[in-house]
C-alpha cells in the first residue's frame, strides 16, 4: 500500500514570495490533516478536513494560508505571502477514522525555509 | 497553545539506562497515541490506549494510559541507541477524528 505523498521535499523562498505544498493521502482515507512543525517543537494543526469538508482550521493563519482538498483525495497548502517565521517542516498526514482505527499515517513533509 | 504537555524536552542518556517520558493534559482523550519520528521523516506510530489504566507493552516499551485518561506515560528499559528519536504524544478524540500533539521529547541514547 502505497504511503501518503508530499512534494516538494525541500523549499528555499524569500519572504513575501508565494508557496504551494502538495499533498497525495493514502487511497480511501477520509482525513486529511496539515500539520506546521518547527524545528525542536511538536507538530501543529494548521487544518484538518474531513473528505472535502473543513473540520477545523482555528489555528491556520487565513490571512496568508489557504487549503483546499479537491474532490476529497489530494490537497494544497498555499502561503502568501511567506514570512521568515514561515520556516518549518509542513507535515500531511491522512486517517481512514473507520472501526475504531485513529492511526495517522504521515508523510516525510516539506521543509521550507524562508530567507 | 499545547494542549499536551510532555516531559522532559530533552534526555540523554547513556546505553542500558531506564528512562519514563510523561505526557500530561487536563483534556480528557478518546484515545491517547504515542509517535517517534526520525530526522526527516514523518512521525509513526507506536502504539494507541485506549482504556483508563491501560498498560501495553511493545518489545522494551510500556505504555501507561491514566485512570482519567488524561495523561500517559512511555517508559524505556535498558535504552539503545536505536531508540534515538522524538517522542511524540497524541491524544485523540472520536468527535471529529481530531488529533493534538504535545511538544515532544527529543532522547538521545549514547552508546
Known amino acids: 500500500e502505497a504511503g501518503v505523498a508530499q512534494s516538494p521535499r525541500y523549499k528555499i523562498i524569500e519572504k513575501r514570495q508565494s508557496v504551494a505544498f502538495w499533498c497525495n493521502p493514502i487511497?480511501?482515507?477520509?482525513?486529511l490533516y496539515w500539520y506546521q512543525q518547527i524545528l525542536g517543537q511538536g507538530p501543529k494543526l494548521l487544518i484538518q478536513?474531513?473528505?472535502?469538508?473543513?473540520?477545523?482550521d482555528s489555528q491556520l493563519p487565513k490571512d496568508r494560508f489557504s487549503a483546499e482538498r479537491l474532490k476529497g483525495v489530494d490537497s494544497t497548502l498555499k502561503i502568501q505571502p511567506a514570512k521568515l517565521e514561515d520556516s518549518a517542516v509542513y507535515l500531511c498526514?491522512?486517517?481512514?477514522?473507520?472501526?475504531?482505527?485513529?492511526?495517522?499515517?504521515f508523510g516525510q513533509g516539506t521543509r521550507l525555509t524562508v530567507v | 497553545t499545547q494542549l499536551l504537555e510532555q516531559s522532559p524536552q530533552f534526555l540523554s542518556i547513556q546505553e542500558g539506562e531506564n528512562l519514563t517520558v510523561y505526557c500530561n493534559s487536563s483534556?480528557?482523550?478518546?484515545?491517547l497515541q504515542w509517535y517517534r519520528q526520525e530526522p526527516g521523516e514523518g512521525p509513526v506510530l507506536l502504539v494507541t490506549?485506549?482504556?483508563?489504566?491501560e498498560v501495553k507493552k511493545l518489545k522494551r516499551l510500556t505504555f501507561q494510559f491514566g485512570d482519567a485518561r488524561k495523561d500517559s506515560s512511555l517508559h524505556i528499559t535498558a535504552a539503545q541507541p536505536g531508540d534515538t528519536g522524538l517522542y511524540l504524544c497524541?491524544?485523540?478524540?472520536?468527535?471529529?477524528?481530531?488529533?493534538?500533539f504535545g511538544g515532544g521529547t527529543r532522547l538521545m541514547v549514547k552508546p
Open positions: 498526514a491522512s486517517s481512514l477514522n473507520r472501526g475504531g482505527s485513529s492511526e495517522a499515517f
Open positions: 487511497s480511501g482515507h477520509a482525513t
Open positions: 478536513f474531513q473528505n472535502n469538508g473543513v473540520v477545523d
Open positions: 483534556s480528557v482523550f478518546s484515545s
Open positions: 490506549v485506549v482504556t483508563g489504566g
Open positions: 497524541a491524544g485523540h478524540h472520536n468527535a471529529g477524528n481530531m488529533l493534538t
